[in-house]
């Protein structure tokens, strides 16, 4: 996570008491460990001449138990980032010591004062030479090494190996060391042993890591810091409100005297524990909101450090990762580690997962007087700005006074700020500036302020998406929250029902219970989401009351309906309206959100700017019959309008160059997915309706069905592409009355059939939130009109009624070829693979004549002569007949694979692209995918190759010579040897060519095809190759033989089970009697 301490660096830390160690380390800290290791002998007989072990020994010790004796003061007069200092300082000498302590106690075969040069040595190292090298090398372990430090994110027993791992480096080195002097060619082997047992063997490792242990319990008495970091704090229960922080650093905390004056911000920030979960202006009626205080549940965490190459972005870097329950003793091992002043901790999440949230209540929980907490809200401060400029920026927001930063960290008294950089992800999306460097901008800052003696912690958040637009310092810790658990949803309830259940009471109602919020657990799992089920069901229970299974869609409507309508009545002049009306009125409240579905819809993104947003609804919203009465003479804009009602919509903010810009998104996509279904079938019946009373009236107008509407919302982006849509389109449509569904499916092949053709008095003309060219826009528009079709008929749909009803039949094919081909000529490889996923396309034969139908895909195994158009129009259909491709069963060319195998894609692909040469020549392929599989490989690790052609040329070039047909095999081999029904085929033509390849080959081959059980093919080659070794007279060139016996040898020994009546009995004699056994 950041540098820890050398033994040199916590001696200075601590202020060392004065011997031969301490001044030799401070001498290599002077110059550096190359110079002083060819300077020493010059430099004085102190620096110059070699410690013996038992100095090394009593000075490392007896720094220790002086250093160590005073942590219990340390608690007073410091300042937190100075406390924190001494604490790694202290531990990074313990580290050490309990070493030399554990070596002091083992029985030596000589004293340790005479582990040391000779008086010869030392007086030749006293004229000039340099200090031996194994003696250096054991100095640099002291000088040089950086010391194991327990962390918050790691446990206590990788700490417990980091430092294993120094004792084994120091005794390495010390016995190097003691093996080159004279003292070692003295003693005899046994003593040799003895000596390098004591030094290095692991029963002094074991007692070093007891010394360690014992140790480090001692010190986590008294600094509360060794066991928040080593993780030893009991396990908490589920906590609430980050209470849990205040407490682990308040013992922690440095005891100052003097009154803690100047915690105004902090204050700020308490305050902010005691609001409404929604704030006090959005309290809905009927129900208690709880405050922040008594609401907010501890979240879980995934945690990491992200270095060069990771991609925390992406949810498959963070599979498998262990989830932390105990966010609290994270944060506090975190903020009290020295690693938290060298790196910003960066807090990543989905919307509404509670990140801006965790920061509020953090800044609250932090003590007064350990850390000066400063919160900036990176929408709210100027994007392109310095690291400084934003926290300044921050403050003046808060105090309404301008206060430079260093005059604010002086205020604190040695208080650590903490400063808390909240939505780098809404800087980003609302201004649209590049801050790809801003993470190691704040690393920057941070290192500057150390320097300079302003020390401060920094934590970032942002959405998981967005760090991938952005680099990591390298060992940068990261957290990931994590979604609500069943405990967590409990434990939320529970304090929502706290204020809710005498209030449901009076009306007759019943609060939420968990199992009911668990039937809806993708809501239920974020937090603000949660709250709005709990609002929803304290309606009329509507959870709880159901019958029967709620289905997706009208779960959504029901939720948006309801939020819709008491957003109605919160105005006074709709309250003492009639139900009826406010409902209507509470439905146009939809219909405005669902713009700003449509809005994001047609952009093919997540989110969108207030700017689009406002242009999108003054063009396709009537606001007039809406408008709030309640919003006086400087009404808001349309965007402010629609997103200040629904707190599911996340509202970004940012100000780059004075301008201050926002853009949208919902909380949970599913939101804006269900939108743009429910706009789209409400579009439907209003065009639907529009066209019955044009059918049934005389004097109605002529110029035709105006579809401007449902043209602009469907003639910008694929409904394919969004699944969920999909779904909830076919719920809404299942769940439409009958005559009303009916009128939508005689509807929609009208509008299909003019669905290419200019409209130039349809409405809504001017809209265009993207650029796109008219053929896009075509593709998009009828591809999406035939996939309502599918839909709403729920069954498989004659092409001919769909496309040009008037048309004659023989047309068919033509006509549908002439919108599929737009749709895949336009479409992105996205698009197009996920349209051919929804529906499946059957060609029907009927004589020369052709027809064909679509249905939705249902995962029914697709065939193949259900896909392909095998006629050429005008070519006789005597000459031309599927009959004549056929046996009798009609079942000779055709197979049936599962849709969503390779196989199966390219049939379903050529039944929506129909062309009688591509089905002449897919026929042809059907044994080989008959005897392959469906699961056609284009490469085998990274090498590509054609399985098919590959096959075909070993069938087609049997005439070959030897040396290109066992080229031919080998190339064959390295690519299908790994892919057991490619490996068969193989083996099948090699059984059947063992008299056109030499023994040697034949065993190359089938030694690289020798993977997994063998199987009949592989036996029968080998018994063949032994056939012709016997009977081609080769009885007495036993290298055939052997190598063949070798082989059956190998199969025995993988597959000891495997039955072997295969092969010739002679030549399983000869394996099982012979010497051959050895051969292998």
Not at 367 to 394: C, K, T
Not at 402 to 416: F, I, Y
Not at 591 to 619: C, G, K, N, P, T
Not at 680 to 686: F, G, V, Y
Request: glycine share 6%; charged share 25%.
């Amino acid at each position: 996570m950041g540098e820890t301490l050398t033994y040199a660096d916590a001696l200075k830390i601590l202020g060392h008491r004065k011997s031969r160690l301490a001044g030799l380390l401070d001498a290599i800290g002077s110059v550096g460990l190359t110079v002083w290791t060819a300077t020493a002998g010059f430099t004085g007989a102190d620096m110059g001449v070699p410690l013996n072990m038992f100095e090394l020994k009593n000075d490392i010790v007896r720094h220790a138990h002086a250093l160590l004796a005073q942590g219990a003061d340390w608690r007073s007069g410091l300042s937190r980032f100075d406390r924190t200092q001494r604490l790694a300082a202290a531990h990074a000498v313990l580290v050490v010591s309990v070493y030399f302590e554990a070596l002091d106690t083992r029985d030596l075969p000589v004293p340790l004062e005479r582990l040391a040069l000779s008086r010869e040595e030392q007086t030749a190292q006293a004229t000039g030479e340099r200090l031996p090298r194994d003696y250096v090398e054991l100095i640099e372990v002291l000088a040089s090494d950086r010391m194991p430090l327990p962390e918050c994110h790691s446990s206590y027993a990788q700490t417990r190996l980091d430092v294993r791992r120094v004792h084994e480096r120091l005794a390495g080195r010390l016995r190097s060391f003691v093996k080159g002097l004279a003292v070692w060619d003295a003693l005899d082997d046994g003593e040799r042993t003895r000596l390098t047992d004591a030094i290095a063997g692991p029963e002094t490792l074991r007692a070093a890591l007891k010394r360690y242990d014992d140790a480090f319990r001692a010190l986590a008495a008294d600094n509360h810091e060794f066991a928040v970091w080593a993780s030893l704090t009991e396990a908490h229960a589920l906590g609430a409100g980050l209470a849990g922080v205040s407490e682990l650093l308040g013992v922690m905390a440095a005891r100052r005297d003097g009154d803690r004056s100047r915690a105004y911000l902090s204050r700020n920030y308490q305050a902010m524990l005691d609001e409404p979960l929604m704030g006090s202006a959005q309290s809905p009626e009927g129900v208690v909101l709880p405050t922040l205080r008594e609401a907010y549940i501890n979240p879980r965490c995934q945690v990491a450090e992200v270095n060069p190459g990771d991609k925390p972005e992406d949810h498959g870097w963070w599979q498998g990762r262990e989830v932390v329950d105990d966010v609290e003793r994270l944060l506090a091992g975190f903020l009290t580690s020295p690693g938290a002043t060298q790196a910003p901790l960066v807090v990543l999440g989905e919307p509404g997962s509670g990140k801006s949230t965790f920061t509020e209540v953090l800044a609250a929980r932090l003590p007064v007087g350990d850390f000066l907490p400063v919160r900036v809200e990176l929408r709210a401060v100027p994007a392109e700005s310095m690291i400084q400029e934003q926290i300044e920026h921050a403050v003046y927001r808060e105090l309404g006074e301008r206060v430079s930063w260093h005059d604010l960290v002086e205020a604190g008294d040695g208080a650590l700020p903490v400063v808390l950089l909240d939505g780098f992800d809404e800087l980003l999306q609302a201004s649209g500036v590049n801050r790809y460097d801003y993470l190691e901008q704040v690393r920057d800052f941070q290192r500057v302020q150390a320097r300079i003696g302003h020390p401060l912690v920094a934590v970032v958040t942002s959405r998981t998406v967005t760090a991938g637009r952005t680099r990591f310092p390298i060992g940068t810790l990261t957290i990931r929250l994590q979604p609500f658990s069943d405990d967590q949803i409990h434990a939320w309830l529970s304090a929502w029902n706290r204020h809710n259940s005498g209030v449901l009471a009076k009306r007759g109602l019943l609060p939420l219970t968990v199992e009911t919020a668990l039937e809806h657990r993708e809501l239920a799992e974020q937090p603000l989401l949660l709250m709005l089920l709990a609002l929803f069901d304290a309606t009329a229970n509507a959870l709880q009351n159901r019958h029967g299974t709620l289905e997706q869609a009208q779960l959504y409507r029901a939720l948006l309906l309801d939020f819709s309508l008491r957003e109605v009545r919160k105005s006074t002049s709709h309250r003492g309206l009639a139900t009826d009306r406010q409902l209507l009125l509470a439905e146009r409240e939809m219909h405005r959100l669902a713009i700003v579905a449509l809005a994001m819809f047609v952009r093919r993104r997540q989110a969108v700017s207030a700017a689009e947003l406002d242009q999108d609804l003054s063009v396709l919203f009537d606001a007039r019959d809406s408008e709030n009465p309640d919003a006086g003479h400087d009404p808001p804009s349309p965007s402010e309008q629609v997103t200040s009602r629904f707190f599911f919509l996340h509202k970004s903010e940012a100000t780059a160059h004075g301008e201050h810009t926002r853009s949208y998104e919902f909380l949970h996509s599913t939101f804006g997915e269900f939108l743009v279904s429910w706009l789209t079938i409400r579009a439907l019946c209003d065009l639907a309706a529009v066209r019955e009373v044009m059918r049934r009236g005389m004097t109605g107008s002529q110029n035709g069905l105006d579809d401007g509407f449902l043209y602009a919302l469907l003639s910008f982006a694929c409904l394919a592409e969004r699944r969920p849509t999909v779904d909830f389109l076919a719920e809404l449509l299942t769940a439409m009355p009958g005559d009303e569904r009916a009128r939508i499916r005689q509807m929609l092949p009208e509008l299909l059939a003019s669905s290419l053709y200019p409209h130039p008095s349809r409405s809504h003309q001017g809209y265009e939130p993207t650029r796109d060219h008219i053929p896009r826009r075509l593709a998009a528009y009828s591809a999406n009109l035939t996939l309502l079709a599918v839909l709403v008929a729920d069954e498989e749909i004659d092409v001919a009624e769909l496309y040009e009803p008037s048309q004659i039949t023989d047309q068919v094919v033509g006509s549908w070829h002439r919108y599929a081909g737009l749709w895949h000529g336009q479409f992105s490889s996205h698009e197009w693979n996920c349209t051919i996923d929804l529906m499946r396309v059957r060609i029907e034969r009927d004589g020369e004549q052709m027809n064909v139908y679509v249905r939705r895909e249902d995962g029914s195994p697709v065939s193949l002569k259900d896909s392909v158009t095998t006629i050429q129009p005008p070519v006789s259909y005597d000459l031309t007949r599927w009959e004549v491709l056929a046996d009798t069963d009609g079942a000779l060319y055709d197979i049936e694979v599962p849709p969503m195998t390779t196989a199966g894609r390219i049939i379903r692909e050529t039944a929506f692209l129909p062309n009688w040469r591509t089905g002449m020549l897919l026929l042809q392929n059907v044994p080989f995918l008959r005897a392959t599989g469906p699961t056609v490989r284009w490469h085998a690790e990274d090498v590509p190759f054609l399985p098919g052609a590959l096959l075909a040329e070993l069938d087609y070039n049997r005439d070959v010579a030897p040396e290109r047909r066992a080229a031919m095999y080998r190339r064959c081999s390295t690519v299908m040897a790994g892919v057991p029904e490619l490996r068969e085929q193989l083996l099948l033509r090699l059984g059947d060519d063992i008299h056109a390849l030499t023994p040697s080959t034949t065993v190359e081959l089938l030694r690289a095809m020798s993977a997994g059980p063998p199987s009949h093919a592989y036996l029968h080659a080998i018994d063949r190759l032994w056939r012709r070794a016997v009977l081609d007279g080769t009885r007495k060139d036993p290298n055939t033989r052997h190598m063949v016996v070798a082989l059956v040898k190998a199969v025995l020994k993988a597959s000891p089970d495997v039955a072997l009546n295969h092969l010739s009995r002679d030549l399983l004699v000869a394996a099982r009697t012979s010497n051959e056994w050895n051969a292998a």
